[in-house]
């Protein structure tokens, strides 16, 4: 007659193991989630630091309004102007910002309405038209000539280039990456004081003799433009590359 068949313990050895493979792939699971949260909130972090440096619109500005003032938190722009101790509160959205704006005796009514306004190409002047409350068509239009604020020494925001958009990051006192379009392209450089010396790389190869080469800026004194040029491989000098900033990291 048969043996009878007893089990051995293998099948319990394989449970065992399988119950490790889920243990370890669900902590696996949960490093990467945690990861990802990191690194979102650097992300964030990196942005909101970004949009804060990159205050374009501060400043003093004489307008068709007087004595036009403004202030900037991210991407949220407040400002006062001396006619009618008015108000303006708004965003802005690359070149143009658009809000609201209000003035003595009542701010409101015909006295209040809303706004929009064009940055130059230089960054220094502005053009806009406005509307009171209530009316289907713009009332009128506004002008402002930038007068003074404060230095932007930081390359942290948006500008506008003769080699398309650059988005600039600048997470250290002198290390800065950016991106611009076309080809995705990518910056990497080192700020020291008003100049920015560096790489830049993009598609299709982001490798010489076509794709990458060396970049060195110099920053204004406002902070407002910068001046330099760019070259394949080793050279830095062999094309004129300009830009004006625009306002904060998109």
Known sequence: MAAP???NSKPAVAVSGASRAVRAGLAAL?????????AAAQVRHAKTHAAAASSVWVGTWKTSWGTLTFTQTGFKVSGTFTTGKGKIAG????TKLSGVWSKSPSYKGTDAGSLILTLSADSKSF?????????????GKITGTFVSGPVNMSWNGTWVTSRGTIVFNQFTTNAVTGSYTP??????????AFSLNGNWSQGPSYSGPDDAGLLQFTLSKDGRTFTGTYGKETSSTSKPWTGVRIGPAE
């Open 127 to 139: 053009t806009g038209q406005y509307k009171t409350t209530g009316s289907a068509t713009w009332t």
């Open 183 to 192: 080809n995705d392209g990518r910056i990497d450089a080192t700020a020291n």
């Open 5 to 7: 068949w007893i089990p």
């Open 91 to 94: 965003s802005i959205a690359s």
């Open 30 to 38: 949960v490093i990467a989630a945690l990861c990802a949260g990191v």
